[in-house]
């Protein structure tokens, strides 16, 4: 059974920081890629991250660019996100998602907002930041 179990998420003060994990398990970690989705109150999911285990690539959307870090550990098949400098606007329940590699080969696709573009998915963590 494929199970994606995202941990990590709590309050904190704007300025500050959290780690985020997700534990894979069912499935090849490195033959996926995985990423990062966000969904703030009240709006749609956001993009955030992806890591490619295999390849050892990762991509970050603007909003996150400069302060956030994806990495991921093979062995533990455990993918994490390393939020810094947080923002108000940070707030969401941050879900983890993954996506077998050969999906999208030959195109330029490195992660999407839309839960159709991946084969597993998580039950997501809630982050809020506030004073």
């Known amino acids: 059974e494929v199970q994606l179990v995202e941990s990590g998420g709590e309050s904190v003060q704007p300025g500050g920081s959290l780690r985020l994990s997700c534990a894979a398990s069912?499935?090849?970690?490195?033959?996926?890629?995985m990423s990062w989705v966000r969904q703030a109150p009240g709006k749609g999911l956001e993009w955030v991250s992806s890591?490619?285990?295999?390849?050892?690539?990762?991509y970050y959307a603007e909003s996150v660019q400069g302060r956030f870090t994806t990495s991921g550990d093979i062995a533990k098949t455990t993918l994490y996100l390393d939020m810094n400098s947080l923002h108000p606007e940070d707030t969401a329940v941050y879900y983890c998602?993954?996506?077998?590699?050969?999906?999208?080969?030959?195109?330029?696709?490195?992660?999407?907002?839309?839960?159709?573009?991946?084969?597993?998915w998580g039950k997501g963590t809630q982050v809020t930041v506030s004073s």
């Open positions: 890591f490619y285990a295999y390849m050892g690539y990762t």
């Open positions: 069912g499935f090849t970690f490195d033959d996926y890629a």
């Open positions: 998602a993954g996506v077998r590699l050969g999906r999208y080969h030959g195109t330029s696709w490195h992660g999407g907002s839309e839960r159709s573009e991946y084969d597993y």
